[in-house]
Structure formats: structure tokens, C-alpha cells
């Protein structure tokens, strides 16, 4: 269950860190609503980055380079891909006006993408925002077999190189579960971000350097 108040006057990437830092995250009721929403999970989703699974098939895929991982190298593209409606996905809860501010909080140091690639084409990826040690996943995509699967992966290697110590996916899905993603209090997740925002984590931004092939072969064998 989550509590919702509805916000009318215009969203600012400054009112959305102060949202995110007090545990509150804003959504739309469709791709084209002009009102946001903002919700307050009574118990929220995160994935310990210390107890992270990867499901061995998926290993494989990794460990075989099936794509061309990049971070922040299309994010624009990628928060629209996250906002597309699809076939299997009718509607999804990025309109403009969150995209207007994810974009500048991009633009600003606070939004990262991580992209699947193959053949020089965007098949997949997720983004999210920054914060502190907290990292708030937002919402992925997938044109490809595994490609947000393998985008989640690369995520967690990057967060647990750059120092995070909050994953944060909202809510909890079948998806995420076979992952490790647990749902706890709303309080319990206070708590774990308050902690999280007194450190000052950084998101790395290559993945070709030899401290990141340690860090990804770090999280596959967790």
C-alpha cells in the first residue's frame, strides 16, 4: 500500500531530490498525464548490494559479452525507451514533466543510465537517480532477450564500485525478486537512507577499466 497526494504546480529537479532524500518519489497516472503523484510506499523495495543473486544463465550471457554495456552514453534515449508504452507495456508513469526534470537532474550530475548495445543499437538499459551512498532505481527497458536483466548486473557492479550503500527499487516484482530484492517498513528504509545520505558515493563512469572487470566478476560470483 502506498499514500499518494496529488501535486498540481510545476515539478522541479529540486523538489525531486528533496522528495527522494525525505523517501518520497513522483509518478504520473499515464505517459501523457499533466499531474504528478507523489507516493510514499508503506513498505518499500531494495536489493541488498551485499546479497545480490545473479541467475547462472544469465551469467553465462554476461561472461559472454552478448552486449556492449555503456553508462550515461545515451541517456536521454534511454529515459524515453523507459517512458514508451509497448505491447506488453500499455502505459507507464513518465510524462513530460518527469522527464523534463530527470533530464536536467541528468544534466546535473544526479541521473545515471546503464545501456545494453548491440550492433550500435539501444536494446535495452535502465536509469535512476543519485543521491548521497542511495541510489533510487527508476525503471528499465528491454528490446532484447536479457538486456535489462544484464543493465540490473552491470548496476549493482557499478554501485558496489563506487561506494553505494542503498538500492533502492520502489516497489518489489517477480522480476526483481529473483534478484534478491526484498520489501521491508517504510521505517526500516528510512533508516537504511538516512544512513546512506551521509556518504557521498561516486558513480563510475567507465566500464573498461580493470577495477570495474573486478568488480562485475565480484558481483556474478556473490
Known sequence: MSRREKHNPEITPELML????????????????????????????????????????LKKAIRKGVFDVRC??????????????????????INPDI????????RMGFAHSVECWQNDVLVGGLYGISLGAAFFGESMFSRATDASKVALVHLVAQLQLGGFRL?????????????????????EYLILLEE??????????????EAWEEALENTLNQ
Request: glycine fraction near 4%.
Open 167 to 187: 538500492l533502492d527499487t520502489q516497489f518489489v516484482t517477480d522480476h526483481l525478486a529473483r534478484f534478491g530484492v526484498i520489501e521491508i517498513p517504510a521505517r
Open 99 to 106: 522527464k523534463r526534470c530527470v533530464l536536467e537532474l541528468h
Open 18 to 57: 528533496r522528495a527522494y532524500a525525505a523517501g518520497i518519489f513522483p509518478m504520473a497516472e499515464s505517459h501523457d498525464a499533466e499531474t504528478v503523484f507523489w507516493v510514499d510506499p508503506r513498505e518499500r523495495g531494495i536489493l541488498p548490494l551485499n546479497d545480490f543473486h545473479v541467475p547462472k544463465s
Open 72 to 93: 550515461n552514453s545515451a541517456f536521454a534515449e534511454t529515459l524515453a525507451e523507459c517512458g514508451r508504452p509497448t505491447a506488453t507495456r500499455r502505459d507507464t508513469w
Open 196 to 209: 546512506a545520505l551521509k556518504y557521498q558515493a561516486v558513480f563510475p563512469a567507465k566500464t573498461d577499466s
